[in-house]
């Protein structure tokens, strides 16, 4: 069917129309289009190539191509792997919880009426703006081997232990400090997040409930926690991939010791690539790593989509 002139210049009006706001942000979206390029794009594809070959650093033009071996030997050869694997889903199961639990209960004690909210809130987001480097010292002095402050207070104040227990050299006893050092330092932004949500939900709903003769308990339940759902789903995205990003209180506190046996993803991708210089597997550790946090992600996103407020 042909279409008459009127309705061409009908057509292509329209689309001119269209294109204007197209055409002014443009110019705002073509710098950071190309910075994505340069530091997002081009690493990852280079990363994608660099983990099909046996990589040499020196001599990239004499690296051996070894295809999906890389792969093959994450997932079905390096029981390594799957420690470093187990020990970051172990963090993310206990600090992600830890951190919004606590967060939200300090949040909840700071919206109310109290004196020295201000002083409180600074002291709980301290932490936050702490160094990652100075905090981890801290921990493994408070963590340390024989009568280190820990241990004292455990064996001769509480009088919980017979003797000291060296924290940082057994596997599952250097998971408590780690996994206690990314709750404390991730509570105060738990906190500061929650405490906006909290601030946006109508007092009128509080009253409305207290009028019904609802608890304390109750008003909490039917009323903050539904409205806190979007803040819930979007605090608890963030802090996962937060989670499978730890490295440096790993590295600081145990370096992935004893024998690779508190290794994490980043941290036993670190020491492949810097350590061993085998960067075509360390990159490979790397993307695999990120294809998990996508696909967890985007699984949370859909379980929590129906949890909006309208």
Same mark, same amino acid.
């Given at each position: 069917?042909?279409?008459?002139?009127?309705?061409?210049?009908?057509?292509?009006?329209?689309?001119?129309?269209?294109?204007?706001?197209? !055409?002014?942000?443009?110019?705002?979206?073509?710098?950071?289009?190309?910075?994505?390029?340069?530091?997002?794009?081009?690493?990852?594809?280079?990363? /994608?190539?660099?983990?099909?070959?046996?990589?040499?650093?020196?001599?990239?033009?004499?690296?051996?191509?070894?295809?999906?071996?890389?792969?093959?030997?994450?997932?079905?050869?390096?029981?390594?792997?799957?420690?470093?694997?187990?020990?970051?889903?172990?963090?993310? /199961?206990? #600090? /992600?919880?830890?951190?919004? /639990?606590?967060?939200?209960?300090?949040?909840?004690?700071?919206?109310?009426? +109290?004196?020295?909210? !201000?002083?409180?809130?600074?002291?709980?987001?301290?932490?936050? &703006?702490?160094?990652?480097?100075?905090?981890?010292?801290?921990?493994?002095? $408070?963590?340390?081997?024989?009568?280190?402050? &820990?241990?004292?207070?455990? &064996?001769?104040?509480?009088?919980?232990?017979?003797?000291?227990?060296?924290?940082?050299?057994?596997?599952?006893?250097?998971?408590?400090?780690?996994?206690?050092?990314?709750?404390?330092?991730?509570?105060?932004?738990?906190?500061?997040?929650?405490?906006?949500?909290?601030?946006?939900?109508?007092?009128?709903?509080?009253?409305?409930?207290?009028?019904?003769?609802?608890?304390?308990? =109750?008003?909490?339940?039917?009323? #903050?926690?539904?409205?806190?759902?979007?803040?819930?789903?979007? &605090?608890?995205?963030?802090?996962? +991939?937060?989670?499978?990003?730890?490295?440096?209180?790993?590295?600081? $506190? #145990?370096?992935?010791?004893?024998?690779?046996?508190?290794?994490?993803?980043?941290?036993?991708?670190?020491? =492949?690539?810097?350590?061993?210089?085998?960067?075509?597997?360390? +990159?490979?550790?790397?993307?695999?790593?990120?294809?998990?946090?996508?696909?967890?992600?985007?699984?949370?996103?859909?379980? $929590?989509?129906?949890?909006?407020?309208?």
């Amino acid at each position: 069917m042909l279409v008459s002139r009127a309705e061409a210049r009908a057509q292509a009006h329209t689309l001119k129309r269209r294109a204007r706001p197209l !055409a002014a942000a443009l110019p705002f979206m073509i710098p950071g289009f190309i910075l994505v390029v340069i530091f997002v794009l081009y690493p990852l594809a280079r990363g /994608v190539q660099m983990s099909l070959y046996n990589w040499n650093l020196m001599a990239p033009e004499q690296s051996e191509f070894v295809g999906a071996k890389n792969f093959q030997r994450a997932l079905f050869g390096d029981p390594t792997f799957w420690v470093a694997v187990r020990n970051t889903l172990l963090y993310a /199961v206990v #600090t /992600v919880p830890g951190q919004m /639990v606590l967060g939200l209960g300090a949040a909840m004690l700071l919206n109310a009426q +109290i004196r020295g909210r !201000a002083f409180f809130r600074g002291l709980f987001y301290l932490p936050v &703006v702490t160094s990652w480097l100075v905090v981890s010292y801290l921990f493994a002095y $408070l963590f340390s081997d024989g009568m280190g402050p &820990v241990n004292f207070v455990l &064996v001769e104040v509480l009088r919980l232990l017979p003797e000291p227990i060296d924290w940082l050299r057994s596997t599952w006893t250097a998971q408590v400090p780690i996994n206690l050092l990314g709750i404390w330092k991730g509570v105060g932004w738990n906190m500061v997040i929650f405490l906006a949500a909290l601030q946006y939900i109508p007092s009128e709903l509080y009253e409305a409930a207290e009028t019904d003769g609802a608890t304390n308990w =109750q008003r909490f339940r039917y009323v #903050t926690l539904p409205l806190l759902r979007p803040t819930v789903g979007f &605090v608890s995205v963030v802090l996962l +991939i937060g989670a499978f990003n730890v490295f440096l209180s790993v590295y600081l $506190l #145990t370096a992935g010791g004893p024998q690779e046996s508190t290794e994490v993803l980043l941290s036993y991708m670190y020491t =492949q690539a810097f350590k061993y210089l085998d960067f075509g597997y360390g +990159i490979t550790i790397g993307l695999l790593m990120g294809l998990a946090v996508v696909f967890i992600s985007f699984t949370q996103r859909r379980f $929590l989509r129906g949890s909006s407020v309208a």
